[in-house]
């Protein structure tokens, strides 16, 4: 995505709001990347986009090292029990996780 790619180097960007951009796992993990380097990412909104297990197990891996970080990942994503154990099991390791939001995008096992 050119709008994720535009943020590389951008050290001091706090919150991003990416509702509804039809972002999918490579966005997200592309986003990352280039989020990691940012000290000052504070919020990161990625409700109502096409985020599944491989992008929620990105965002996992992203929380562990970023502590103070909100993520809204709640409506029409796709992550299922797995994805969404990972990020919780993150949640519990991380007292300063300021939020994680993921209501309604839970999709069981039995579909």
């Known amino acids: 995505m050119k709008i994720i ?26 986003l990352l990347k280039i989020l990691e380097a940012n000290e000052k990412i504070r919020t990161i909104n990625l409700k109502d986009n096409i985020i599944s297990d491989k992008g929620a197990l990105a965002l996992a891996k992203f929380l562990s090292l970023k502590q103070d970080v909100a993520i809204n990942i709640e409506n029409n994503n796709e992550i299922s029990y797995e994805g969404a154990k990972e990020l919780i099991e993150v949640s519990n390791n991380n007292n300063n996780l ?12 039995n579909g």
């Open 98 to 109: 300021v939020g994680l939001d993921f209501i309604y995008s839970i999709v069981q096992k």
């Open 5 to 30: 790619e535009a943020l590389r180097g951008k050290k001091i960007l706090a919150n991003l709001n990416f509702e509804s951009c039809k972002i999918g796992d490579a966005g997200v993990i592309e």
